[in-house]
Nanobody, 124 residues
Framework: VQLQASGGGLVQAGDSPRLSCAAS????????MAWFRQTPGREREFVGG????????RYADFVKGRFTIIRDNVKNTVYLQMNSLKPEDTAVYYC??????????????????WGQGTLVTVSS
C-alpha cells in the first residue's frame, strides 16, 4: 500500500483548506484511515480517523467541530476538511492506514502504512 498526501501550503487563519490522501491497492475500503500531525520537537499526534465504510469517525478534542474526515472508496482517497484554522494548527500532516478496526486509533504505533506528509502553515 502506498499513500500520497497533498493539499498543504501556506494559508490564513480562518481558512478552510482540504487535504487529500490517495491510496493504492484494491482493498482500500476495508481499512481504517487517519490523519496525524507533527510539529518540531513533538510527538506525532492523532487528528482524526474514519472506518473503512465511513460509518465511524473519531477526532482529537482539539479539532472537534472544526475538522472533518471524509473518504471516497471509489477514488481510494481520504480527505481532511479543515475549517477555522488557527496558527497552532501549523504542522506536517500525515495520512495513515491501519488494517484493524479495533485497538487504539489514537496511537501512531498501531498504523501500518504512512504517507509522506504535507506541511500546512497557518499565518495569523
Amino acid at each position: 500500500v502506498q499513500l500520497q498526501a497533498s493539499g498543504g501550503g501556506l494559508v490564513q487563519a480562518g481558512d478552510s483548506p482540504r487535504l487529500s490522501c490517495a491510496a493504492s491497492g484494491r482493498t482500500f475500503g476495508s481499512y481504517v484511515m487517519a490523519w496525524f500531525r507533527q510539529t518540531p520537537g513533538r510527538e506525532r499526534e492523532f487528528v482524526g480517523g474514519i472506518s473503512g465504510n465511513g460509518g465511524t469517525s473519531r477526532y482529537a478534542d482539539f479539532v472537534k467541530g472544526r475538522f472533518t474526515i471524509i473518504r471516497d472508496n471509489v477514488k481510494n482517497t481520504v480527505y481532511l476538511q479543515m475549517n477555522s484554522l488557527k496558527p497552532e494548527d501549523t504542522a506536517v500532516y500525515y495520512c495513515a492506514l491501519r488494517r484493524s478496526f479495533g485497538g487504539n486509533w489514537y496511537s501512531k504505533d498501531e498504523y501500518d502504512y504512512w504517507g509522506q506528509g504535507t506541511l500546512v502553515t497557518v499565518s495569523s
